[in-house]
């Protein structure tokens, strides 16, 4: 991380939506997400019913950072140099000896191909955003259901998982009202999104009035965004961004050449044809990095414009803004708030019988410090967690001082301060 980093000297500013600009309710978006995907491994998959049954403790499991390993059905926390900080079969966590007697204290069989920040892979998959984490507690209670009825060694479930993804968050998911998730979030969006505090919507404006330009930059669709947007930002959303892009497909939109990912226009939430050049500013869906820079040099009147970009995800923001196109990054991270973090109050606007399926409880942050897997940043060794000089850093934590200029708890650490 650098010594010395200036907003002032940066002419573009570009944000992620989901976990950035817009913020979610935790607990009732985390068990929503549980749901939706418990859902359709149970009715579409056959799975055991029992995973529809959510205790609310449980999401102390989800921790950003996991590794699960595809293969034994492992979850791993790694450190800097690759070996095993603590591990899980399923929910159950291991044991200091029988990490050290499957793991030792040598690399990790993939982390070559982790630190290598490849994020996706046929054996493995590293858990980096909360849209992801619910999924961690589901795979986990996966293989515990497996392992009592089936007694597996291997598994094969992850395509299964997989399907429950793509059933839930695909393009058309939100006009067809597909899967679990979208439904609920478009009838209720109160119980899942918080509004965008004053404060950061002042600081935006000012940015603007300033000169600077803004960039919003998602992989939501265009519908999504504009039902997030309208309700965190209100109905004049657009005037905040000179450009919109949706569906961007991060990080491809980093790193894929013009030819590869071209932008595309839309047409009430149809993406049209493939443009050769981006023009003008405007609301694009897809598109290449490579592309909008070329028009924010046109925009700007400079040969090498500075742009920062705020996001929470390492694989999805950070890294490949930072890898491919060299911006300056802003890691947005709740977990630097550690446990100091309280659930918001809500105004009780209505009976408690009346409220939705999600809202009945309050179960823990998922970014407060997990019990089960510790500090996000640094940890102690398997075998030696009584002494003292064995604190070793996080592959987590390494990522953020390798790959963002800055990191903050949320946009309000900075926006209140101008």
């Known amino acids: 991380m650098q010594q010395y980093f200036s907003l002032a000297d940066c002419e573009v500013m570009g944000f992620d939506l989901d976990h950035t600009l817009c913020r979610y309710h935790l607990p009732q978006s985390a068990a929503l997400i549980y749901d939706s995907f418990a859902q359709y491994l149970v009715t579409e998959k056959g799975y055991d019913k029992d995973l529809l049954t959510l205790n609310p403790e449980s999401l102390d499991f989800c921790c950003k950072g996991l590794a699960l ?28 000896e029988e990490i050290l007697e499957i793991y030792g204290r040598r690399e990790w069989k993939h982390f070559s191909t982790v630190s290598g920040m490849l994020s996706r892979s046929a054996k493995y998959y590293l858990y980096d955003n909360y849209f992801d984490l619910p999924g961690a507690l589901l795979c986990a209670r996966v293989v515990d259901s497996l392992d009592q009825h089936d007694g597996q060694k291997k598994y094969d479930f992850w395509k299964d998982m997989v399907a429950a993804i793509q059933h839930n968050y695909k393009i058309s998911a939100f006009k067809e009202d597909c899967g679990t998730y979208f439904p609920e979030v478009k009838n209720h969006p109160e119980k899942y999104l918080q509004r965008c505090p004053s404060s950061v919507k002042k600081w935006l404006k000012q940015l603007k009035s300033a000169g600077k330009i803004l960039l919003l930059i998602t992989s939501s ?38 030819n590869q990912r071209p932008f595309r226009t839309l047409e009430n939430d149809e993406e049209q044809e493939a443009l050769l050049s981006l023009d003008k500013p405007g609301w694009y869906s897809q598109g290449n990095a490579i592309h909008l820079y070329e028009l924010l040099k046109k925009m700007t009147g400079k040969l090498d414009p500075k742009v920062v970009y705020f996001g929470d995800s390492m694989h999805s923001d950070i890294f490949p803004a930072r890898h491919y196109s060299n911006w300056e990054t802003v890691f947005i991270l709740e977990e630097l708030l550690g446990d100091k973090v309280m659930v918001p109050t809500e105004t009780e606007s209505e009976p408690l019988e009346k409220k939705g399926k999600y809202e009945g409880y309050q179960p823990k942050i998922p970014y407060s410090v997990s019990e089960q897997w510790g500090s996000f940043f ?32 949320s946009l309000e650490a900075i926006a209140e301060h101008f």
């Open 69 to 96: 390993d595809l293969e034994d059905g492992n979850f791993l926390k790694l450190a800097e140099d690759g070996t095993v900080l603590r591990a899980s079969h399923g929910t159950r966590s291991m044991t200091s």
């Open 221 to 258: 669709h265009s519908d999504y965004c504009r039902l997030l947007c309208e309700y965190i930002l209100g109905n004049d959303f657009e005037e905040y961004f000179d450009v919109v892009i949706t569906n961007a497909l991060k990080p491809g939109f980093f790193s894929h050449t013009p």
């Open 378 to 409: 640094v940890d102690r060794l398997p075998g030696l967690e009584n002494a003292e000089e064995t604190l070793v850093r996080t592959w987590s934590c390494k990522c953020i001082s390798t790959y963002s200029t800055i990191a903050i708890p």
